[in-house]
């Protein structure tokens, strides 16, 4: 059973920068692509950043991309999401999720297709 918890939230100001890492355990890391989630409050949970098993990989939500940069290390099973020049509308809970990998499938970019999910961390941008 995969297992997934994040890490590195916080309370930043407008501007700053965040790294949220996911640490992976249970599973054969390198067999997942792995997928960036948010939730703000009263609003759908929504895509951000995926990336694929080896690394080759990357897909971004419009709104992130040129800002945020997802990574991930196989040797440690961490995935990392890096936050610079943040905005309000960051502000929600991040969660990371994990898609079983075929061959040279693209990492999904909906929730609905990761079967594994950690429980979230909160994410603060103040203006």
């Known amino acids: 059973q995969v297992q997934l918890v994040e890490s590195g939230g916080g309370l930043v100001q407008a501007g700053g920068s965040l790294r949220l890492s996911c640490a992976c355990s249970?599973?054969?890391?390198?067999?997942?692509?792995m997928g960036w989630f948010r939730q703000a409050p009263g609003k759908e949970r929504e895509f951000v950043a995926a990336i694929s098993w080896s690394g080759s990989s990357t897909y971004y939500a419009d709104s992130v991309k040129g800002r945020f940069t997802v990574s991930r290390d196989n040797a440690k099973n961490t995935v990392y999401l890096q936050m610079n020049s943040l905005k309000p509308e960051d502000t929600a809970v991040y969660y990371c999720a994990a898609h079983y990998q075929v061959a040279a499938e693209t990492p999904p970019v909906v929730w609905y297709a990761y079967g594994y999910w950690g429980h979230g961390t909160q994410v603060t941008v103040s203006s």
């Open positions: 249970g599973g054969t890391f390198s067999s997942y692509a």
